[in-house]
């Protein structure tokens, strides 16, 4: 038998940063976000030869090691590992022996949260394999204290909600691990408007988002003014944000693109640098009129909003600076799983 699943990759629209502790623990944060068609996918076959088997095919690595009860976490495939681990303490007890190969449709650091649906993936598949008894809330919960406990990687909660949910969703994050995800039941015409509309681009680098996001807790820890109340703005920004969105006055993201860009760049140093300033300029210049890097920033992916048919203007001149556009659609679903 083969167990294989597939995780959306997300654009996060609003309220990005407002997800990490402790911001998050002391004010509560929000975020808008938008699951599209590009995916990480896990499959696992089991072996019985006592070996677990890593493989990437996108990146060509290949790890093989004992079938033991913990693994070592150091190598290319530290998510893979500390899931194993992970679903060897909570719920088998005992070594797995497996291969599994895992790819995802965009690069490491790209902004899209890759490695957050990367893990949701390779739970999906453990859980599809295993039977596990985890809900949609379970799947998210688990995925992020792998990364953020076990692994001790630095993040924030959306990207394993968005994941594992699918669709446009409305989030909410709270103390004690707290979080509310709120599907938004957005009219087709406006969703499909906002795709036309939305642009996204390659900017052809990616970035660690851990220095940044550390940036930004050490901001927050050390009661930094400046960075907390830019977090305020973003989280007011997300409510605006869905209120709009609900109602179909989609040219109106634009301008809170704009006014979130500003105040993300205050979060922390780092979230954008001169190439990335030059990008945003120009793609006002040709007619958007907002948009933001996605992630954590420095690199990666951006979006900008272009009205009407302005969007055509926008990618050429984008594309003079070498950068290229990336066709996508918002999708539905969340985590997906099967058995072959």
Same mark, same amino acid.
Request: hydrophobic letters at 40%; a neutral charge; charged letters at 20%.
């Given at each position: ?26 004010? =509560? ?218 109602? =179909? ?92």
């Amino acid at each position: 038998m083969i167990y294989r699943s597939k995780a959306p990759l997300r654009l996060g629209l609003a309220g990005g940063g407002t997800d990490v502790s402790p911001f998050s623990d002391l004010y =509560g944060g929000a975020i808008l976000n938008a699951t599209i068609n590009m995916y990480a996918y896990a499959t696992i076959e089991p072996l019985n030869n006592g070996k677990v088997e890593f493989v990437g095919p996108d990146c060509d690595e290949f790890e093989i090691c004992e079938a033991t009860e913990k693994l070592s976490t150091e190598g290319f495939f530290v998510l893979a590992r500390g899931a194993y681990n992970r679903i060897v303490s909570d719920f088998t007890h005992s070594p797995l022996s497996f291969r599994i190969t895992l790819h995802v449709d965009a690069p490491a650091g790209s902004g899209l949260g890759t490695s957050s649906t990367l893990m949701v993936a390779i739970v999906g598949a453990f859980a599809e394999w295993l039977k596990l008894p985890l809900g949609e809330y379970d799947i998210a919960q688990l995925a992020y204290k792998i990364e953020r406990e076990d692994l001790q990687m630095a993040g924030g909660k959306q990207d394993q909600y968005a994941a594992t949910f699918g669709g446009v969703n409305f989030m909410e994050f709270y103390a004690d691990n707290k979080v509310i995800v709120n599907p938004l039941r957005v009219r087709c015409q406006f969703q499909n408007e906002l795709a036309h509309n939305l642009l996204l681009c390659y900017t052809q680098t990616s970035r660690e988002s851990a220095k940044i996001i550390e940036g930004q807790v050490k901001n927050v820890k050390g009661k930094n003014q400046t960075s907390i109340a830019a977090m305020h703005k973003l989280k007011e920004q997300a409510i605006q944000m869905k209120e709009h969105l609900l109602k =179909g006055d989609i040219d109106a993201m634009g301008e809170l693109l704009n006014f979130g860009w500003e105040y993300k760049k205050k979060m922390t140093d780092g979230i954008s640098n001169p190439f990335i300033d030059k990008l945003y300029e120009t793609a006002l210049k040709a007619g958007a009129t907002g948009g933001k890097i996605s992630g954590a920033g420095g690199g990666g992916f951006m979006f900008f909003y272009c009205p009407n048919c302005t969007r055509f203007a926008v990618e050429k001149a984008l594309s003079e600076l070498g950068v290229a556009a990336k066709r996508y659609e918002f999708t539905s679903n969340g985590l997906k799983t099967w058995t072959i």
